[in-house]
């Protein structure tokens, strides 16, 4: 039974795993994000005669007048970008190198065909999870051919195991995450300035939300396409046993 564990082991990960502590993007995001709003918006020189609690002389100045509140949509904004470029690298390492459609056609041919070697070498070809998930759920195929003890009942669930096993161990790299997001008020001229400070926090909330919308839109297309060739593979591997072996 031990061999049998050991060869079904999936492949080590290879290539880019992504940021295991999320929060610290998140702290230097906050930095940046309140630098930003304090040193660059807040520069005395977008003021008129260089006083911060007096009026804006450009639309930095106007923007910095929104508040606490811009450091934390900026620091919003930069969370996402900086996820968004991390799920990037994190998912083009998962998806392999190869085109998924046509690896995913070419290893359902060959464990159909029962050529497991040919089959392993499209996954050293292909690299990333799905690749690794396939290779554990081919060395599981192959290992429990090995155990006359077992009925096939059991073999096709060790299979379908070792399938599931492999693939929440990748999972976590091509997790999706949640978007993020937020938004933003005496004489006529305070007025105005009041109602131009909160238009412009509403729109850079909108913006931050915009950005986090299309990035989540994007990598869940992405995660969605991965997780459907793992099921696909999976069930193909399965099936391939069950029709191969008659035996009860």
């Not at 918006?41 to 639309?59: K, T, V, W, Y």
């Not at 300035?193 to 297309?221: M, P, Q």
């Amino acid at each position: 039974m031990a061999t049998t564990q050991k060869a079904a082991a999936p492949a080590k990960k290879s290539g880019f795993g992504g940021v295991k502590d999320a929060w610290i993007i998140l702290v230097i995001c906050a930095i940046a994000g309140y630098s930003v709003w304090y040193f660059v918006m807040g520069n005395p020189d977008n003021f008129i005669g260089g006083d911060r609690s007096g009026h804006p002389a450009n639309l930095l100045g106007t923007v910095y007048k929104g508040g606490f509140v811009v450091g934390l949509i900026l620091t919003l904004l930069f969370t996402v970008i900086c996820l968004g470029f991390e799920r990037f690298f994190g998912i083009k390492a998962a998806s392999g190198k190869m085109n998924l459609a046509k690896f995913t056609s070419q290893v359902k041919a060959a464990v159909k065909a029962q050529k497991f070697d040919e089959a392993k070498a499209l996954c050293d070809k292909m690299q990333g999870s799905v690749a690794n998930v396939v290779l554990a759920s081919i060395n599981m195929y192959q290992a429990v051919e090995n155990e006359p003890n077992l009925k096939k009942a059991a073999k096709i669930a060790k299979i379908q195991q070792a399938h599931e096993e492999a693939t929440q161990l990748e999972m976590p790299t091509i997790g999706s995450f949640q978007a993020l997001s937020a938004g933003g008020g005496a004489d006529s001229m305070a007025l105005s300035a009041g109602i131009s400070e909160a238009l412009v926090n509403t729109a850079s909330g909108i913006l931050t939300s915009w950005v986090a919308t299309v990035v989540y839109n994007f990598f869940s297309n992405k995660i969605d396409k991965l997780t459907f060739a793992l099921d696909e593979i999976g069930y193909t591997i399965a099936a391939t046993y069950d029709s191969n072996h008659n035996e009860a």
